[in-house]
């Protein structure tokens, strides 16, 4: 094949006048992918060296990243002039490769999505045929295990609308209960935000060590949470494998991998359901016989403080027949937190721990983890009084009125994607005002009061 | 196999509906890509399940809906040939010519399954298909055009068949949306140069879409 690509690519680039992406290439000519990225590597240096008719190229940088003293592991697809600005920017890079060439200067995004959507979609059955990232044990369901799973998912929907309305009711007061909490919970929280820090780090750096990083896209995946776009990486890989590409991938990624691990701690955890299309969704899946459950969840291992967000991103999951099944009804045994920490190099180890953080689950029950954005003052090196704020895990006991209280919180976000932020930070500054309130001003004015 | 004749209900509306719906995104599409509205104004959207740009002036989305919404009548009986999306400099003088080139076969076949417009289903996404490319190609385009002099401005251009202007002139579909016949200055260029861009044919219709250029 030696220089024969580079003939093809001229004429996809030049003559069709096509964004040729990695992915693209890959789906068109048969090869893997990490081969196409090379194809389109050395094309690219070909015509540079020509220095012949303009040509643009993208790039996928991805590495880890700083972020208001926050290290996430950040996925990028970039312009060329951007190289450079963007890899100085990172602390660590782990990987870079040619993402797409083309003639036109492209304005956006959106064109490359564009390029890859028929593509995969002529191939969808195999896209994932040569990618780098395999799963021997992800094996999509047979016709007749979709039927049975789609039957079962149909009967049970008239319950959500009623659950619905007496959750928000009740959301009400439970979000009042869990105010008092913080003060006392915000000190444990530092050392459980600490210690997952730590887990995230380790994990990381062993995903450095892979070559190549799937994510398609990036900018999406710019999370301020370290947690989560780490398994945004994760599921990226997952992505490949699943039936499409989607659109924001570190919004629908993720939930394409880790249904299965929600579904066990929701459904053992919580008789209350605004989840009850996941719950059917575990009857399924309980039915069926149980292979790759392991494959899947490999990504629960820190996923306590996941837990919100992947209820809300479960939904959108709902109406698709999962492609494969989980044995996920959890043999409720000792809780093993320490394990699912460990960074596990080999895929064996993985797995092990995939089954600890399932044993796990049932603790959930009694302890639980949520994210709350807290503003931390401190001085730094430079003696200058610094305020950040940050998500930090914190545990907190779930009693029968509280757990609603994370739901609603978990839903707030999924309303209205784009303000979750924001709302956040209303909220905590909310409570952190309420908090002041009673503490300080409260005291005076019933002092005041009481005077008289 | 059921044969459905252009007079049958329903379908040249079915066929004007999805006509339409792409022009709308391809203008906004052109006018973003060549740069004729500053980008601030564009927002990404969906359609055909790729992101696209649209823009979000109220004034220039209600004139660009007010101009297919009289289109689609045309389409609907047939009458219209061509739609074109004319850019022009600042002295009116026409740059570029986006033309859509529209023919309906006669006869339209439609394999019978279930449903009132059988076999839709596949039909649809193909036509889907196929103007995902359409919009593809678009946002690719000014890889081969050369960049729009400052202070450009668009029209939109219908070419129709027979008489079908005089009807239009005698019913206005909006009131106060009058259409005229365009000057010559518009329609004509001096050197023209035509870049074919993309053809599609469906069962339901063919579109052809090239750009013309007036380089001077």
Known sequence: ?452 | MTTLTRQDINFGQVVADILCEFLEVAIHLILYVREVYPSGIFQKRKKYNVPVQMSCHPELNQYIQDTLHCVKPLIEKNDAEKVVVVIMDKEHHPVERFVFEISQPPLLSIRESKGPLGGSDILLSHVEQLLRAFILKISVCDAILNNNPPGCSFTVLVHTRDVATRNMEKVQVIKDFPWIVADEQEVNMQEPKLIPLKTMTSDILKLWRAVILDRI
């Not at chain 1, 892979?210 to 997952?238: D, G, H, I, W, Y």
């Not at chain 1, 359901?273 to 459950?293: D, F």
């Not at chain 1, 005291?443 to 009481?450: E, H, K, P, R």
């Open chain 1, 1 to 452: 094949m030696d220089e024969l690509y580079l003939d093809n690519i001229d004429e996809y680039v030049n003559d069709h006048n096509k964004i040729v992406t990695y992915k693209w290439l890959s789906l068109t000519l048969g090869v893997h992918v990490n081969t196409a990225k090379q194809m389109l590597f050395h094309y690219l240096d070909h015509k540079r060296k020509e220095s012949s008719a303009q040509l643009h190229a993208t790039y996928l940088v991805s590495g880890k990243f700083v972020n208001n003293g926050q290290t996430c592991h950040k996925v990028s697809v970039i312009r060329e002039e951007q190289l450079e600005d963007v890899k100085a920017k990172m602390s660590l890079i782990a990987s870079v490769h040619v993402y797409s060439i083309q003639k036109a200067l492209l304005k956006d995004s959106g064109p490359l999505y564009g390029v890859d959507y028929d593509a995969v979609r002529d191939n969808l059955k195999n896209c994932s045929r040569f990618s780098a990232i395999r799963c021997s044990s992800a094996v999509p369901m047979s016709s007749q295990e979709l039927q049975q799973v789609k039957e079962i998912q149909r009967p049970p929907t008239s319950e959500p609308e009623t659950k619905k309305s007496v959750s928000n009711i009740q959301t009400a007061v439970a979000s009042k209960a869990i105010k008092p909490q913080k003060g006392i919970m915000g000190m444990f929280s530092n050392k459980t935000a600490s210690k997952t820090q730590n887990s995230t780090k380790e994990i990381k750096t062993e995903e450095k060590d892979s070559p190549m990083v799937e994510a398609p896209k990036s900018k999406p995946a710019l999370k301020p949470n370290s947690l989560m776009s780490m398994f945004e990486n994760q599921t990226a890989k997952k992505t490949d494998k699943t039936v499409k590409e989607e659109a924001p991938p570190a919004a629908k990624a993720a939930p394409a991998a880790k249904p299965a691990a929600v579904q066990s701690s929701t459904s053992t955890s919580q008789p209350q359901n605004k989840l009850s299309h996941k719950e059917e969704k575990e009857e399924a899946t309980v039915a069926k016989p149980q292979k790759e459950s392991k494959s899947k969840s490999k990504r629960i291992q820190d996923s306590d403080s996941e837990e919100e967000k992947m209820e809300k991103k479960k939904r959108r999951r709902i109406k698709k027949p999962e492609p494969d099944s989980s044995d996920e009804e959890v043999i409720p045994d000792s809780p093993q937190k320490k394990e699912t920490k460990e960074p596990s190099p080999s895929p064996e180890k993985q797995l092990e721990s995939v089954t600890h953080s399932h044993q796990e689950n049932p603790d959930k029950r009694v302890r639980k983890r949520r994210r709350v954005l807290k503003s931390k003052t401190f001085v730094d090196e430079e003696g200058c009084i610094v305020t950040e704020k940050a998500y930090e895990s914190e545990s907190y006991s779930e009693s029968e009125e509280d757990f609603k209280a994370p739901k609603q919180a978990a839903r707030d976000p999924f309303k209205g994607k784009l303000h979750s932020n924001g709302k956040d930070e209303k909220k905590s500054r909310q409570k952190a005002s309420a908090n002041t309130n009673k503490s300080t001003k409260q005291a005076s004015i019933t002092g005041f009061f009481q005077k008289k």
